[in-house]
Each structure stands twice: as structure tokens, then as C-alpha cells.
């Protein structure tokens, strides 16, 4: 009986190939999108699961709140990670990772050298924590001596070729001597963090202090089998008071209690490690983590187009109900069952589904690669094939084909043999009040989708072109000017005489740059309990302002014309405002910080010579925050500021610079809008998908309405006959044929415009420098909507409309 059920429905499919060729396609697409999506979110969501004991991992992090300079981080100071086990026997190990810059390696005795920046300091027990394979080399002890170094795989082969590197020196920096120890293999892509080399912690210094209000590490506690992380977390005041208090005290002349009752906050807290990939964006993140909220987006849309591809298979399998009702009333005389009946039709539609299924895959095998580029991936088709997804495809089998067949099944069952033999069965349109309810579902999510895609485009527009207080436009970035020792300012000066560059500057920070440093800084010369701010805190050149255009407010910028600029700082407008001053009183007033926390306290003081413009040093997500400059030896980066002429021949020329000053040394540059643009990676990757996915449920959409207009057409057929003997228009006709689908897009408009207006008002939020949602949005996404509708519509009622009338009436 199965067997038949199955030949019938291959026998329908051919029979109907123009509406199973529509419920194919539009079933493949909605799959493919399915598959895509859902091997990214299985992607994301895995972040850090492959260690054995993911579930018992935290991180420590550190908020503190002093006079409303908020620093919330995912670092902890350095004594935090030896604390912890030593204290609570609930912590059964910890280990710490300090984030650094960039370093050149290069074997010793050769001259092939190479820049790495994915490079970290790690605890000795960085291979027993964690659940990385070290390939050659003993996981105990491999980082428990200074001056060690451990490789990943594509690094070793990089620097080494096929040479075993344990035991041999590298040269890093051009400077020290480092003995590499152990190689271990690449790390997974779905991790929170991943570095091509390990240096010994033992190496630094700074891993060695007492200090607790200094954080710079990351910091990860393993709790014991079982045990509830708040109940840790209980403990924290007791910590804070213990160690941190007396610095308080010590720093800034107030009892804890009073740091406290002032309104300031400082606490210890654990993250999980599951957690950080998609739902940590701290300060002093290791690398740029995901966003839950972006997750949770391309989950609906994989949802929503899925649903919109099995509507399509609903709309037009109870449309041509009408087609079936005799097939269905001469199974009903014969004897068939409504049992039979319906599953003779969910044969069908399983069928079709499981057809869908297989070219599904097939499109996904060939699409992955461009889909890895859009999400920035780089997911492996295996995926798709694992036990897992395998049933989690039968599952979607199971479902789409009982969803998409269900109320044709249900529906064309019901069917009454005398009404059906006798041609009473009406099933038009107007009659089809569930095939209008999806028409407006469909187009509803598709002009939520439009329009979703033109805001996120808006607000990139806006981010663009909007006034950031600097410029950006034609800064050459040369990275590592450090590699050139003294002859930096010699390369600056000699690259300043080529005509196409106009100015230059040596600094650690731009205002593109992740890297953050931050420092408490208070008026005067004295500090008290109510004085204290954290500021960022920048080291810059004589020449920083004029190269980067940075507009000076009040007072002037550094001058090497003033020797005591050495002692001096510069504010901008938020610091200003924060410390109470206006820009008559700014200049010539003293602002003090700390410089020494080893054995005593003491602080550094700073004549304030100027005040610039706020700028935006930081992502437009975030509202502009103090910043001070100091002049100091600062060589992050040459920038110049470059004419737009030859721009090609400019970088040859700073390039054989370059290699005069630091030959064998590698050459890198970027640009700062290139930089500028990194910061909203997500929000350019969120509208390239959403484009390309509002694209695919428009289509999907016209496919069904296609199919609808062609059941329609032919349903009408002796009517369009009678009305072009009666002297219609080929217009008219179309209008006739259209005017209902219209009103049905223009409902989902309707429907559409406030939902999407909620959503990506919430989305705006994120930003605290956003645009304005624009009224024209919604309206050109209605017009779009209800333009493509209509052209689908009317080519298939053209067609129609032109079939002669005495084809259609010669069977009367």
C-alpha cells in the first residue's frame, strides 16, 4: 500500500511539472537557506565546548564604578590567579593569559622573518587547564621557564619548514633569544581564542606583582565537580576587602566603607566559559566575540524563509484542489477511506519534500564557500553530514512534510462525491480564506526583511559619512616603526620630504585601535577620596593633531618649541567636563596620576596646555569618553597623512625608505578608514545576509504567487474568453487578475512597516551615535514589495489574457 501511495505521487509529479517544478524549487531554496544558517548558528553556538570540563570553567572579571568612570573588564590583576586556588579549596586550578602586541619571530642565524600577532603570554599550566593537543614537547613543563616559547603547527612549519623546532631558538623582536619547547596544533576555529605562539609567563615580570588594582590578565578559575559558581562569587567582598581596601586607602586616602558610601563600586565576578563567545564584550576581550542577538536573528530568518517555502507548497496544493476534487470523488465512489486519502496526499508532499531535500544538499555542497565568505567562516560541509544534523534533517523532513501536506491532505479529503461529480466545487480566490492569510504572511516577512536590510545599510551610510572629529581619509598606516630601534624618527622625517606626504606622526594609538589603556587620574596635586577618575590615556607625538586633523578647543597642542611639554597633557572636551572645568579655567591647571605601586605610592603631575574637539576615538556604539594625551615615546605607528596622487608610488617609496632603515625586516601597512571600517564587521556582515536572504524570501514569495496566478489564469479561462469577445482591454484583464493579490501585499505592508519599525528601532539602540529611521524606507520597501508583485502577476496574466477567445469558449 505504501509502495502505491508513492507511485501515485510520482506519477502526479510528472503529470504537474510546472506546479511540482514551483513547489520544488521554492522547497529546495527554503532548505538550502535552512542548512546554510543552521550550520552557522550549530557553529557559533559550539564556541569552547570541545574541553572535557567546559561546564566547571569561569572567568574572572572585574567591574569597578569610581565617581561614574565605569570599567567593566574580562581581565583580573596578576596576583588574582595564584589567589584563588590558594584560598578556596573550591577552586581546583587556575591559569592566566596576558594579552600583548604583535612580534617579529625569525629563526636564530637566518633572515626570514615573520610578523605574528596572534601571540599571548600563558601560565605553565596552559596545556593541563586546557584541552589543546600538544603535538611534541611535555604539556607540564614546557612554559615553567623563562625565555620559552611553545608554536603552533602552521607557525613551526612557517619558520622551520619540515625541521622538528623543539629545542632550537628563535630570535624575536630582533632582540631576545627564545628557546621553543613544544609545538602544539592549530588551534579550533570555534574557540574563544586562538594564538599561533605561547610565551612563557615566567618571561614577564609585570605576571609577578602584588598589586590587585592593576588588571591586565585574564584570568580563568576551574571549580570543583558540582560546585555552584555564586556561591564563589559570595565570597568576592571578603576578597575586595582583604586585598584591594588597603589599596584604596593607600591610593586614594579612603577607607573602603567610604570608597563605598561615596557611590564607587569595585567587584570580582565569574563569566562562564560557554559564554563569552556570544554574550562578552569587555574591555580587554582576547579576540572579537559574536553577538547572541545576531544568532537569534539569522535562526528566525532560517525559521521564516523555511515557513515561507512550505506555504508556497500549501497555497498552491489547495489551489489546485479543484483540479483533484473529481480524482478525490472517484476514489470516495470506489471506496477509498479519508485515511487513504490523506495519506496519499502526505505521500506526496513527503515526496516533494524529500526531492527538496536531496537538491538542497546539493546547492549547499556548492554555495558553502560563498556563504563562508559572507559570514566570515569557515565551516566544512562535513558538518552537514554528521549523525546529528542527519536527524535533525529527518526531523525537518518529518515536519515540513507533514506541514506543507497536512491541509491539502485534511482539506481535499473532506471532499463530498455528489457536490464534486456534479461540478458544484467552488474554490476560487476570494474563496480561499487560508491561502490569502499565507499570500500575506509571505510578503510580510519579506518587507520586514526589505526593510531590515535598508536600515542596517542606513545606519553604515550614517557611521560613513558622519563627522568623527578626525580624518580618517588617506592616513597611511606603517606598522612596527619600533623594528627601525632609534632611526623611527630619522624614517618619519626622511618620508616627510616626498611631496605627496603631508604630515606624519609616531604613536601606540589611533583611533581605530582594539587595545585600550586606562589610568586613574585626579585635579591637583593631592588626591582624596572624591577626586579620583579613570581616564583613557594615550601617548602621542609633537605632530599627532595636525596628521590626524584633531581640531584644538582651547589652548595648544605640543610644541617642540616647549621643552616642558614633557610634563604637560592635552584634554579633550568629555575630560574636561568631568572634571568640572570650563575652557577659560582648563588651561595652565594641574592634573596629577599615579605612577608607582610597588613598595609606596607616589604620583606624577601635569600642566594641562590644551583641550581638543571631542572626536571619536572609539566605536560609534559608544558615547565619547575622557581621554588625556601625553607626549612620550610612542612607536605603535608611523602614520602619514598621504595626497590622493599615485597613492601606489607612495608606498613604494615608504617601503624602500623602510628597507633602508630596517633591512630584512618585514614591511606591513594599512590604511585608517580600512581600520575604521573592521569596528563594524558584524553590522556589514548583518546586512550583506540580510540582503542576500530578503532577496531569497522575495523570491520564494513570487515563486508561490506565480504558481497562484497561473491556477488562477486557468481557473478563469472561459471568463477571460467572455470578456475579451465583450471588447476588454489586455490591461483590464491583467488589473482583473491582479487587483486581488495586491490588496493582499498592500496588507502585509501594512503589517509589516510598524513590526519591522519595533524591531530595528531596538537594533538602533546598540549604537549610541545612530541614525534616524527614515519614513522613505518603508515607503520604497512597500512599492518594492508591491512592484515585483505585480510583474509577477502580470506575466502570467498577460499570457492569459492573449489566448484567443475562441480557444477557450470552443468547448461551449
Given at each position: 500500500m505504501l509502495k502505491n501511495y508513492f507511485n501515485v505521487a510520482l506519477r502526479n509529479l510528472f503529470k504537474h511539472k510546472f506546479y511540482?517544478?514551483?513547489?520544488?524549487?521554492?522547497?529546495?531554496?527554503?532548505?538550502?537557506?535552512?542548512?546554510?544558517?543552521?550550520?552557522?548558528?550549530?557553529?557559533?553556538?559550539?564556541?569552547?565546548?570541545?574541553?572535557?570540563?567546559?561546564?566547571?570553567?569561569?572567568?574572572?572579571?572585574?567591574?569597578?564604578?569610581?565617581?561614574?568612570?565605569?570599567?567593566?573588564?574580562?581581565?583580573?590583576?596578576?596576583?588574582?590567579?595564584?589567589?584563588?586556588?590558594?584560598?578556596?579549596?573550591?577552586?581546583?586550578?587556575?591559569?592566566?593569559?596576558r594579552g600583548t602586541g604583535n612580534w617579529i619571530i625569525k629563526a636564530k642565524n637566518?633572515?626570514?622573518?615573520?610578523?605574528?600577532?596572534?601571540?599571548?603570554?600563558?601560565?605553565?599550566?596552559?596545556?593541563?587547564f586546557w584541552d589543546f593537543n600538544l603535538k611534541s614537547g611535555n604539556p607540564e613543563t614546557c612554559l615553567e621557564r623563562p625565555n620559552t616559547l611553545v608554536l603552533s603547527e602552521s607557525?613551526?612549519?612557517?619558520?622551520?619548514?619540515?625541521?622538528?623546532?623543539?629545542?632550537?631558538?628563535?630570535?624575536?623582536?630582533?632582540?631576545?633569544?627564545?628557546?621553543?619547547?613544544?609545538?602544539?596544533?592549530?588551534?579550533?576555529?570555534?574557540?574563544?581564542?586562538?594564538?599561533?605562539?605561547?610565551?612563557?609567563?615566567?618571561?614577564?615580570?609585570?605576571?609577578?606583582?602584588?598589586?590587585?588594582?592593576s588588571f591586565n590578565f585574564n584570568t580563568y578559575l576551574k571549580l570543583q565537580e558540582g560546585y555552584d559558581p555564586k556561591d564563589l562569587e559570595a565570597k568576592f567582598p571578603g576578597l575586595i576587602e582583604k586585598y584591594i581596601g588597603p589599596e584604596i586607602q593607600n591610593f586614594m586616602g579612603a577607607s573602603l566603607e567610604e570608597f563605598y558610601e561615596s557611590g564607587n563600586d569595585a567587584g570580582f565576578y565569574l563569566f562562564p566559559l560557554l559564554d563569552i563567545h556570544l554574550k562578552s564584550d569587555k574591555l580587554g576581550e582576547l579576540?572579537?566575540?559574536?553577538?547572541?542577538?545576531?544568532?537569534?536573528?539569522?535562526?528566525?530568518?532560517?525559521?521564516?524563509?523555511?515557513?515561507?517555502?512550505?506555504?508556497?507548497?500549501?497555497?498552491?496544493?489547495?489551489?489546485?484542489?479543484?483540479?483533484?476534487?473529481?480524482?478525490?470523488?472517484?476514489?470516495?465512489?470506489?471506496?477509498?477511506?479519508?485515511?487513504?486519502?490523506?495519506?496519499q496526499f502526505l505521500a506526496e508532499a513527503f515526496l516533494i519534500t524529500f526531492i527538496s531535500i536531496l537538491i538542497a544538499y546539493?546547492?549547499?555542497?556548492?554555495?558553502?564557500?560563498?556563504?563562508?565568505?559572507?559570514?566570515?567562516?569557515?565551516?566544512?560541509?562535513?558538518?552537514?553530514?554528521?549523525?546529528?544534523?542527519?536527524?535533525?534533517?529527518?526531523?525537518?523532513?518529518?515536519?515540513?512534510?507533514?506541514?506543507?501536506?497536512?491541509?491539502?491532505?485534511?482539506?481535499?479529503?473532506?471532499?463530498?462525491?455528489?457536490?464534486?461529480?456534479?461540478?458544484?466545487?467552488?474554490?476560487?480566490?476570494?474563496?480561499?480564506?487560508?491561502?490569502?492569510?499565507?499570500?500575506?504572511?509571505?510578503?510580510?516577512?519579506?518587507?520586514?526583511?526589505?526593510?531590515?536590510?535598508?536600515?542596517?545599510?542606513?545606519?553604515?551610510?550614517?557611521?560613513?559619512?558622519?563627522?568623527?572629529?578626525?580624518?580618517?581619509?588617506?592616513?597611511?598606516?606603517?606598522?612596527?616603526?619600533?623594528l627601525m630601534d632609534d632611526k623611527a624618527e630619522s624614517y618619519k622625517n626622511e618620508a616627510l620630504q616626498h611631496s605627496n606626504i603631508l604630515a606624519g606622526t609616531m604613536s601606540s594609538f589611533l583611533p581605530v585601535n582594539t587595545a585600550d589603556n586606562n589610568n586613574a587620574?585626579?585635579?591637583?596635586?593631592?588626591?582624596?577620596?572624591?577626586?579620583?577618575?579613570?581616564?583613557?590615556?594615550?601617548?602621542?607625538?609633537?605632530?599627532?593633531?595636525?596628521?590626524?586633523?584633531?581640531?584644538?578647543?582651547?589652548?595648544?597642542?605640543?610644541?617642540?618649541?616647549?621643552?616642558?611639554?614633557?610634563?604637560?597633557v592635552v584634554l579633550n572636551e568629555a575630560a574636561m567636563h568631568k572634571l568640572g572645568w570650563t575652557e577659560e579655567e582648563t588651561i595652565g591647571k594641574t592634573i596629577s596620576t599615579f605612577d608607582g605601586f610597588q613598595d609606596s605610592v607616589y604620583t606624577a603631575s601635569y600642566k594641562v596646555i590644551g583641550v581638543v574637539k571631542d572626536f571619536h576615538f572609539t566605536s560609534l556604539r559608544d558615547q565619547i569618553e575622557p581621554l588625556i594625551f601625553e607626549l612620550g615615546r610612542s612607536r605603535g605607528f608611523v602614520s602619514f597623512k598621504i595626497t590622493s596622487e599615485n597613492i601606489p608610488a607612495t608606498i613604494n617609496f615608504l617601503e624602500d625608505k623602510w628597507n633602508e632603515f630596517a633591512p630584512s625586516q618585514p614591511f606591513a601597512y594599512s590604511f585608517l578608514d580600512e581600520r575604521f571600517n573592521e569596528m563594524y564587521e558584524n553590522e556589514q556582515k548583518l546586512g550583506k545576509i540580510?540582503?542576500?536572504?530578503?532577496?531569497?524570501?522575495?523570491?520564494?514569495?513570487?515563486?508561490?504567487?506565480?504558481?497562484?496566478?497561473?491556477?488562477?489564469?486557468?481557473?478563469?479561462?472561459?471568463?477571460?474568453?467572455?470578456?475579451?469577445?465583450?471588447?476588454a482591454s489586455i490591461m483590464s484583464i491583467i488589473t482583473l487578475l491582479s487587483k486581488e493579490f495586491l490588496k493582499l501585499v498592500g496588507i502585509a505592508f501594512i503589517i509589516a512597516a510598524p513590526v519591522s519599525y519595533y524591531f530595528m528601532n531596538e537594533w538602533l539602540q546598540d549604537f549610541e551615535n545612530r541614525t534616524n529611521i527614515n519614513v522613505m524606507i518603508f515607503i520604497l520597501a512597500g512599492v518594492v514589495a508591491l512592484v515585483i508583485a505585480w510583474v509577477t502577476m502580470s506575466f502570467q496574466s498577460w499570457n492569459a489574457a492573449r489566448v484567443n477567445p475562441a480557444r477557450s469558449l470552443k468547448d461551449e
Open positions: 511540482s517544478l514551483i513547489n520544488i524549487l521554492g522547497l529546495s531554496v527554503g532548505l538550502t537557506c535552512f542548512l546554510m544558517i543552521s550550520l552557522y548558528v550549530v557553529d557559533e553556538l559550539s564556541y569552547d565546548t570541545f574541553h572535557s570540563d567546559t561546564d566547571r570553567i569561569y572567568r574572572m572579571d572585574f567591574t569597578g564604578n569610581i565617581n561614574g568612570s565605569e570599567f567593566i573588564t574580562a581581565l583580573a590583576s596578576a596576583p588574582a590567579g595564584p589567589t584563588m586556588p590558594a584560598e578556596f579549596p573550591e577552586v581546583e586550578e587556575s591559569t592566566r593569559l637566518t633572515e626570514d622573518a615573520y610578523n605574528e600577532d596572534a601571540v599571548v603570554y600563558a601560565d605553565k599550566n596552559f596545556f593541563t607557525l613551526a612549519a612557517k619558520v622551520f619548514g619540515e625541521e622538528d623546532p623543539v629545542g632550537k631558538i628563535v630570535v624575536l623582536d630582533n632582540n631576545d633569544d627564545w628557546e621553543v619547547t613544544g609545538v602544539y596544533e592549530d588551534m579550533p576555529s570555534n574557540s574563544h581564542f586562538s594564538f599561533e605562539m605561547l610565551l612563557s609567563m615566567e618571561s614577564r615580570e609585570e605576571a609577578k606583582s602584588k598589586m590587585w588594582m579576540t572579537v566575540n559574536g553577538d547572541m542577538k545576531y544568532v537569534l536573528i539569522f535562526t528566525a530568518i532560517a525559521m521564516f524563509i523555511l515557513i515561507l517555502a512550505c506555504i508556497n507548497f500549501m497555497n498552491l496544493s489547495t489551489a489546485r484542489s479543484a483540479g483533484r476534487a473529481k480524482e478525490v470523488g472517484v476514489r470516495k465512489v470506489m471506496g477509498a477511506y479519508k485515511s487513504q486519502l490523506r495519506k546539493g546547492l549547499s555542497f556548492l554555495l558553502l564557500g560563498q556563504f563562508n565568505e559572507l559570514a566570515d567562516k569557515a565551516m566544512n560541509f562535513n558538518g552537514l553530514l554528521s549523525p546529528a544534523f542527519l536527524i535533525i534533517m529527518l526531523g525537518v523532513l518529518i515536519v515540513v512534510g507533514f506541514l506543507a501536506g497536512s491541509y491539502p491532505a485534511f482539506f481535499l479529503s473532506k471532499f463530498r462525491p455528489v457536490e464534486v461529480l456534479k461540478g458544484k466545487l467552488n474554490l476560487g480566490l476570494k474563496g480561499g480564506g487560508l491561502r490569502s492569510t499565507l499570500v500575506v504572511l509571505q510578503f510580510c516577512v519579506s518587507i520586514i526583511m526589505i526593510i531590515g536590510t535598508a536600515i542596517v545599510y542606513q545606519q553604515l551610510s550614517y557611521i560613513q559619512n558622519k563627522k568623527l572629529g578626525y580624518s580618517k581619509d588617506h592616513i597611511l598606516m606603517i606598522h612596527d616603526p619600533w587620574w585626579f585635579p591637583g596635586s593631592n588626591a582624596t577620596k572624591s577626586e579620583t577618575y579613570i581616564f583613557h590615556e594615550y601617548r602621542v607625538d609633537h605632530d599627532y593633531m595636525e596628521t590626524l586633523g584633531i581640531e584644538i578647543k582651547a589652548g595648544r597642542s605640543f610644541s617642540k618649541d616647549f621643552p616642558s611639554d614633557s610634563s604637560a540580510f540582503g542576500v536572504f530578503a532577496f531569497l524570501a522575495i523570491f520564494i514569495a513570487c515563486l508561490g504567487l506565480y504558481g497562484l496566478a497561473a491556477f488562477t489564469a486557468e481557473q478563469r479561462t472561459k471568463e477571460i474568453g467572455v470578456r475579451k469577445v465583450l471588447g
